[in-house]
């Protein structure tokens, strides 16, 4: 168990409210320290989120709740109808349901005072509620706020190394003949999920870290800042260049097998040169790819045109088919070829689309 920054903030948020009301004589100050530890957030703009939608919700169940004290003098009935009302405003109005459960227990809790004592609970309920409230947010922004934005370029670029270099081992594979064993294969797949996650769990944080939003109200790619779509992109990119290994290493195994049953003789010259035009793209692509990286780190960088590849392609293959008769298995190699060459090119493309964003 990690004992972070937040849990320390959490802490000296309870001790600080608790110690407020005692020296303001609010009473209770345990409510104080309960609304605390439940503003207390990952980023200062979930906690302040979290502050409003908690103020709108318990100055709604405060009015509710001495509304009904003073109206029906049975408490379970004002109980009941206390609850079936927040649970309508809290989904229907201000659309924050995960408010419901503070929302019903301070309307009960300041239900179950005496009759005579109603305002007088309420005014001091209220008090403890903004004080924990105003300590928790007031911490999580003065001490150690978080700054998720160098944390998770680090992990962007962790993920993007992860995936290149499986990309081009399985460009590697397919031209030397290296079928991968199917425990790496799974060990790898599982790597780079948890990379995955990991990033855009911190992509969320740094998204929230200052936006402060009431409700269910989501952002939209419309409403993304440039920076946020890039890192965004950037996410994608990676995924697509990790689904393009798993395909290139799948050619890989087929072709292996393939040249095993045919009995294959050594590989023709023109292959190889298709092989030679191959890797120099995949070079050029890591080079592009080693400038974007300098993007993502806000770092200045040099921009490539958009590579042609096909057009070089077009001609090595001209010359691979007249010396080589047209049979299942030049077509096989063909298509194969033409696989490898596509996913090259993406790579090449995507990365040099990105710089010039």
Known sequence: MNIGPRTLKTGIAVALSVYICVALNIEPPLFAAASAVVCMQKSVGKSLSNAIEQILVNVTAVLVAVALGLTIYIQPISMALATIIMIIVCTKIFKVKNQIVLAVITSLFILSSPQEQFLTHAIARSLAILVGLGTANAINLIIAPPHYQNVFIDKLVELNNFAVQHFRDSVSRYIYFNASLENDVEKSKTEFDNLYHQAEKLLDLYQNEWNVSVGSRQSSNNSLSKEEQLYRDYLNYNKGLWQ?????????????????????????????????????????????????????????????????????????????????????????????ISIITYNIRWFAKESTRMLNL
Not at 298 to 304: A, D, L, R
């Open 244 to 336: 393009r290994s798993l395909d290139l290493i799948f050619l890989a195994e087929e072709r292996k097998v393939r040249r095993e049953k045919a009995n294959a003789q050594a590989v023709s010259c023109e292959f190889n040169h298709i092989f030679e035009m191959q890797v120099n793209v995949l070079f050029n692509a890591m080079n592009y790819n080693s400038e974007l990286q300098k993007k993502i780190r806000g770092e200045e960088v040099v921009i490539y045109p958009e590579p042609l590849v096909w057009c070089k392609l077009d001609k090595i293959i001209n010359e691979w088919q007249e010396s080589t008769p047209s049979t299942n298995f030049y077509m096989h190699a063909l298509i194969e």
